[in-house]
């Protein structure tokens, strides 16, 4: 099977900008996962999607937001950008129980100048 | 709320010695852990998982895992360490079984040859 693929691998982006970010899960996987990753932070959750509904949130502003599609693609999307949503953002897809494993894809790296 | 602790931001062991990362959690219930391993530039790949059952856990690469309920400790170790152990690793608990994961701070593993 095709693992978990993110699109773009790279940004640039500046302050004010709106960016947003796509990831394809494992082929049959429902539920897809997001996640920032910064040297100060850390890797922190931002939410959950399954079957098109946000079940999961994690503690970040509302310029944070996502969507599920019906074949389960989800895209993130960060509006009026700060510096500080320079990070990478990694998706995880899972299979449909809840104690599924989560499978990370490689990542997309944000710059916001 | 669950959090996760691990202690040793960076380690730095011989080639062919043994390896011990430590990992302290925060969970009112049965706890889902995990440890991950990510290496630069990549996402991050599942060395191992404790739902139930044994308390050691076997994983990927030669790691095992033991889950010590009366001390909130699930350290990950190695008997031999090969240079491309050479990563960062995360210890992880899972809420809502494992939809959603709280990460430690990470520990980077250095391997001197």
């Known amino acids: 099977k095709a693992g978990v693929t993110q699109t773009p691998r790279y940004l640039i982006k500046t302050r004010g900008q709106q960016v947003t970010l796509s990831c394809s899960p494992i082929s049959g996987h429902r539920s897809v996962s997001w996640y920032q990753q910064t040297p100060g932070q850390g890797l922190q959750f931002l939410f959950e999607y399954f079957s098109e509904t946000q079940r999961n949130k994690g503690n970040f502003p509302g310029r944070f937001s996502g969507r599920q599609f019906s074949n389960s693609r989800s895209e993130m999307n960060v509006s009026t950008l700060e510096l500080g949503d320079s990070a990478l953002y990694l998706c995880?897809?899972?299979?449909?129980?809840?104690?599924?494993?989560?499978?990370f894809g490689p990542g997309t790296r944000l710059t916001v100048l | 709320a669950q959090s996760v602790t691990q202690p040793d931001i960076h380690i730095t062991v011989s080639e062919g010695a043994s390896l011990e990362l430590r990992c302290n959690y925060s969970y009112g219930a049965t706890p889902y852990l995990f440890w991950y391993v990510q290496s630069p530039g990549q996402g991050l790949q599942l060395l191992l998982k404790?739902?139930?059952?044994?308390?050691l856990v076997q994983g990927i690469k030669g790691f095992e895992a033991e889950f010590k309920r009366s001390q909130s400790s699930f350290n990950l170790r190695k008997p031999s360490v090969h240079w491309s152990d050479a990563a960062e690793y995360f210890c992880a608990v899972g809420e809502d079984g494992a939809q959603k994961l709280v990460f430690g701070q990470g520990t980077r593993l250095t391997i001197n040859p």
């Open positions: 404790y739902f139930s059952g044994d308390t």
């Open positions: 995880a897809s899972q299979g449909s129980g809840g104690t599924d494993t989560q499978y």
